[in-house]
């Protein structure tokens, strides 16, 4: 623990901000309740400062972000071969702050069931409300949460589909606050689209939350998929601030599990195991 915050969140790599982004001279930002100052130099050199640290921050740049540890990561940068191919489309799409539990926003990443609720007509419609079996596993390897063989009956799957599908998911865990799902290209029989979101806590009941999308998609405006993409998030933001309790409660017995939430509850197991408590609430029921 270092100012209430516990080793397995501090020794992560976060977002602070899209690289292009940011303002040259100095600027604020914040992580884990970390006052942070960042200074950015005329030819694009940045450097990162927290409150009564004298060394700037470690950083990182990739996926066109900006990233920072306040502790010592075991791992870089988590792989995402997908960035990496010429013919995808990059779509930053932006920062939105979420009054809500990082971890809570990660959950709700994982979770099917709430499509044809909150995003009605678009990821789901009444009256295919069923979550289908399928599986999850935490890689030891690679130390991530992984759920695969997921599918949701979806009336608008992506901007650019035509017509309702039946689509598939991966999802993927790859830290406590980043997390990325694969779903069916409607453009690319044998691709996925990719979909990253990654998440910056403030505080414990506060943070930004930087969506990213790797797409197949030749037809298109990036205005037209960040608007899509913005649409989506924001009717999660709704679901997202009113949850209650706030932290995210790592006790089983808290809440109780359907089918559906077998992403959750080995994502919940899974922070369980590394102690993470940063937006969590870990007071047994
Ligand atoms: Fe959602």
Same mark, same amino acid.
């Given at each position: 623990?270092?100012?209430?915050?516990?080793?397995?969140?501090?020794?992560?790599?976060?977002?602070?901000?899209?690289?292009?982004?940011?303002?040259?001279?100095?600027?604020?930002?914040?992580?884990?309740? @970390?006052?942070?100052?960042?200074?950015?130099?005329?030819?694009?050199?940045? +450097?990162?400062?927290?409150?009564?640290?004298?060394?700037?921050?470690?950083?990182?740049?990739?996926?066109?972000?900006?990233?920072?540890?306040?502790?010592?990561?075991?791992?870089?940068?988590?792989?995402?071969?997908?960035?990496?191919?010429?013919?995808?489309?990059?779509?930053?799409?932006?920062?939105?702050?979420?009054?809500? =539990?990082?971890?809570?926003?990660?959950?709700? &990443?994982?979770?099917?069931?709430?499509?044809?609720?909150?995003?009605?007509?678009?990821?789901?419609?009444?009256?295919?409300?069923?979550?289908? =079996?399928?599986?999850? +596993?935490?890689?030891?390897?690679?130390?991530?949460?992984?759920?695969?063989?997921?599918?949701?009956?979806?009336?608008?799957?992506?901007?650019?589909?035509?017509?309702?599908? @039946?689509?598939?998911?991966?999802?993927?865990?790859?830290?406590? &606050?980043?997390?990325?799902?694969?779903?069916?290209?409607?453009?690319?029989?044998?691709?996925?689209?990719?979909?990253?979101? &990654?998440?910056?806590?403030?505080?414990?009941?506060?943070?930004?939350?930087?969506?990213?999308?790797?797409?197949?998609?030749?037809?298109? @405006?990036?205005?037209?998929?960040?608007? &899509?993409?913005?649409?989506?998030?924001?009717?999660?933001?709704?679901?997202?601030?009113?949850?209650?309790?706030?932290?995210?409660?790592?006790?089983?017995?808290?809440?109780?599990?359907?089918?559906?939430?077998?992403?959750?509850?080995?994502?919940?197991?899974?922070?369980?195991?590394?102690?993470?408590?940063?937006?969590? =609430?870990?007071?047994?029921?």
């Amino acid at each position: 623990m270092q100012n209430g915050i516990d080793k397995a969140s501090l020794d992560q790599w976060y977002v602070l901000d899209t690289e292009a982004l940011i303002p040259v001279g100095r600027s604020q930002n914040r992580l884990l309740g @970390t006052d942070l100052t960042v200074v950015k130099q005329a030819d694009g050199v940045i +450097e990162v400062f927290a409150e009564g640290r004298v060394e700037p921050l470690p950083l990182r740049h990739r996926f066109g972000f900006l990233w920072a540890t306040l502790g010592q990561p075991e791992r870089e940068i988590f792989p995402l071969p997908e960035a990496d191919e010429p013919d995808r489309r990059y779509v930053p799409c932006g920062v939105v702050t979420v009054k809500a =539990s990082g971890l809570r926003i990660v959950e709700n &990443f994982l979770d099917m069931a709430h499509f044809p609720f909150v995003h009605t007509d678009v990821l789901g419609a009444e009256p295919h409300t069923e979550v289908q =079996s399928y599986d999850v +596993e935490i890689r030891r390897e690679e130390d991530e949460v992984w759920a695969t063989n997921c599918t949701f009956f979806q009336p608008q799957a992506a901007l650019s589909a035509q017509d309702g599908i @039946t689509t598939q998911y991966m999802y993927r865990v790859m830290t406590p &606050f980043t997390t990325i799902l694969y779903k069916t290209c409607p453009n690319a029989a044998n691709r996925w689209d990719v979909i990253g979101l &990654f998440v910056q806590p403030l505080d414990p009941g506060r943070c930004r939350a930087h969506p990213i999308m790797y797409l197949i998609d030749d037809v298109s @405006t990036t205005t037209e998929l960040i608007h &899509f993409q913005q649409m989506i998030f924001l009717q999660d933001r709704i679901i997202l601030e009113n949850q209650r309790p706030v932290l995210l409660p790592l006790e089983p017995r808290k809440e109780i599990p359907t089918r559906a939430d077998a992403s959750s509850i080995a994502y919940r197991r899974w922070l369980k195991e590394k102690g993470v408590t940063y937006g969590a =609430s870990t007071v047994a029921a």
